[in-house]
């Protein structure tokens, strides 16, 4: 879309070459960005895990590139446990997996996982959920 | 059951109230066609639409919920199982107090807003004891079985009055007030008038820089007054009381509100200085419940008050004197330097657009004006940034302008996010996010020094130690 409107731009003032020049060039610099270093980036940097092991179980996320943050919630908490599969997802056989708690701001989100590992974490999930009997919040 | 039958004398009232934009807007289109029947039509429609409302609501308490059906044109039930009542608070106008009714509105915890609130507009004022306890009855031992009144926490005081207009809402409300002027066409006629024409020979017989000073002195009387007379109207009267698991706020001279927070909920305070109000000596107590709304006036517990008093109330709700007003441990050096960066940012970038450009010299002036009040906004807020964790509480404390210092319990702490920005991977910096259920749902350690945020998660809530995740 960006394009269009440049090139929109272009066609009405055609002046001052240099400007779109330098408009140009960003767009170029901003699809390299997003198109082949971000996802090369956030590939390196995501992780996910359920640990069951060590301590209570939880849920451990690792996402971003260049912002990144690493979540941590533990299973006694989760409230629910979504799958998302956008048409894109399902051309690739991919899912989306949501974990929800009591607040907002704890929800662990993990992305982009086969479809059927994620169907193995949502039934991991609920089941280890389901034990307990506490609010939630 | 239907409501109580003196209402039909208020709702008239509150209905021409609520609607006095419309009944204005036909009372001057009334005057500019001559035409006087256009303002007794407004008025007997929402006097009509008044009265209507009483009839169209009802209200029903069966053994398992509660109903209320309303609505004029569209018929609504709301109905709310009673296992789920949480809290009932009362709120009383000033033609509701004179008639002796009270609006009583029953949360459940979860926060509702404008139409599926449950609100009965209104009920004799004897009635509330009576249903009070039986809407609590099935979730809280019921409040009235204790009669030992419980402990008076805090009381209003009228040096509270003083940090009242440090805030704007006086300046907001003079603004509004030129705004509605000019909306209902008022401005128009002040301008033809005489009190413009005598305003402009002041003007030119002492010039402009002094009749600009004296109005923005008058602005500025007036917008004070208008914050004190604020203050003490919604706040006069205040009373905070502790019972055994429930939390008792009342306020207000003219509209009485009444609050009743069960403490099972409470997840922490919040204790906000904004930077007048701290020169000042003040604070003011938010609760961090679920439940409720973490920004506005639902969680407020204390307006702004000297600053001991918020902390010894705080310290009494929490149990913790501590966390209320103990030292904090610093971020280090890293954090400071980040503060200072992130300040300087606005005036360094300015300065090279300045110099480019040829700025004159008075704005160079008020760049450096600039630049010193940037400067000390860093060194305050790099003070400010600190945090603790002690006894299962954090306590946060960041900010210069809106100060505010965060007790959230570790046991209301539900998931952990270490959040690390370009920049602050570069300094070692972390931002530590505690997520709660409570409040405004997530609170922010800024800064801290990134090897030690995993350890500040762990100390606060213990399951976050065991975790290996929790190490790297």
């Known amino acids: 879309m960006l394009i269009l409107i440049q090139l929109v731009w272009i066609a009405v003032d055609p002046r001052g070459m240099w400007l779109h020049a330098a408009a140009a060039g960003m767009t170029v610099l901003g699809i390299v960005a997003f198109v082949v270093i971000a996802p090369l980036w956030r590939y390196r940097v995501h992780r996910w895990e359920i640990s069951l092991t060590s301590g209570p179980p939880a849920v451990y996320t690792r996402t971003g590139w260049i912002t990144q943050e690493r979540r941590i919630v533990p299973i006694s908490r989760v409230q629910t446990v979504d799958t998302y599969r956008g048409p ?8 989306n997996v949501t974990v929800t708690t009591a607040s907002s701001a704890g929800a662990v989100r993990i992305e982009a996982l086969d479809s059927d590992v ?14 307990g009997a506490q609010d939630a919040t | 059951m239907r409501l109580n039958p003196r209402m039909l004398l208020v709702h008239p009232v509150h209905e021409v109230l609520r609607q006095l934009p419309l009944v204005i ?9 001559g035409n006087p029947w256009w303002v007794v039509l407004a008025l007997v429609l929402t006097v009509t639409i008044g009265v209507l409302r009483w009839f169209t609501t009802g209200y029903r308490i069966a053994p398992d919920e509660i109903q209320l059906r309303s609505g004029l044109l569209q018929r609504k039930v709301l109905s709310l199982p009673r296992n789920r009542i949480r809290s009932v608070s009362t709120d009383a106008r000033l033609l509701h107090r004179l008639l002796g009714l009270t609006v009583l509105r029953v949360g459940t915890g979860q926060e509702a807003a404008g139409n599926n609130e449950f609100a009965l507009d209104a009920v004799a004022a004897e009635q509330v004891p009576r249903l009070r306890s039986v809407l609590l009855a099935d979730s809280l031992n019921a409040p009235e079985q204790d009669s030992k009144p419980g402990r008076v926490l805090a009381r209003w005081h ?3 009055l003083r940090y009242s207009p440090l805030s704007l809402t006086g300046l907001a409300m003079v603004l509004a007030t030129v705004g509605v002027a000019y909306q209902v066409g008022a401005a128009g006629a002040l301008r033809d008038s005489r009190l413009a024409q005598s305003g402009l020979d002041l003007a030119q017989r002492y010039g402009a820089a002094a009749t600009a000073a004296s109005a923005a002195i008058v602005v500025l009387a007036a917008s004070v007054s208008l914050s004190v007379l604020r203050s003490l109207v ?24 009444e609050n009743t927070f069960d403490m099972r909920r409470l997840r922490g305070g919040t204790l906000r200085e904004a930077l007048l109000v701290r020169a000042f000596g003040g604070a003011r107590l938010d609760a961090v419940m679920t439940g409720v709304n973490g920004v506005g006036e639902s969680s407020l517990l204390l307006p702004p008050c000297p600053v001991a008093t918020a902390q010894t109330v705080l310290a009494d709700l ?22 200072w960066a992130r300040a300087l940012l606005i005036p360094a970038t300015l300065a090279p657009v300045g110099v480019v450009v040829g700025a004159p010299l008075w704005a160079w002036a008020v760049w450096a004006g600039m630049t010193v009040g940037c400067a000390l906004l860093a060194f305050d807020r790099s003070r400010s940034l600190g945090h603790r ?22 046991a209301g702490i539900i998931g952990w996010t270490v959040r690390q920005s370009w920049p602050q991977r570069r300094a070692g910096l972390a931002t530590l996010i505690a997520a709660t259920a409570a409040g405004i749902k997530r609170y922010q350690v800024i800064d801290v020094p990134a090897e030690l945020a995993w350890s500040i998660a762990a100390d606060a809530s213990p399951w976050v130690a065991h975790n290996r995740w929790a190490q790297d």
Do not use: K, M
């Open chain 2, 25 to 33: 807007g036909s009372l001057v289109f009334g005057s500019a066609t």
């Open chain 2, 234 to 257: 919604s706040y006069g009267n205040l009373l905070l009381r502790r019972d055994a698991e429930l939390l008792h706020l009342e306020h207000g001279l003219l509209r009485v509100r």
């Open chain 2, 389 to 410: 964790v002690s006894g299962g509480w954090l306590v946060a404390r960041s900010g210069s302008l809106e100060r505010r210092r965060d007790c959230i319990s570790g």
């Open chain 2, 318 to 339: 929490i149990g913790h004197p501590d966390a209320a007003s103990g030292p904090l441990r610093g971020h280090g050096p890293a954090a400071t330097r980040r503060r």
């Open chain 2, 158 to 160: 009228p040096d509270w």
């Open chain 1, 118 to 131: 994620a169907d193995r974490v949502v039934a991991q999930l609920t089941h280890i959920g389901a034990i």
């Open chain 1, 88 to 95: 894109l997802d399902r051309l690739f056989g991919l899912a």
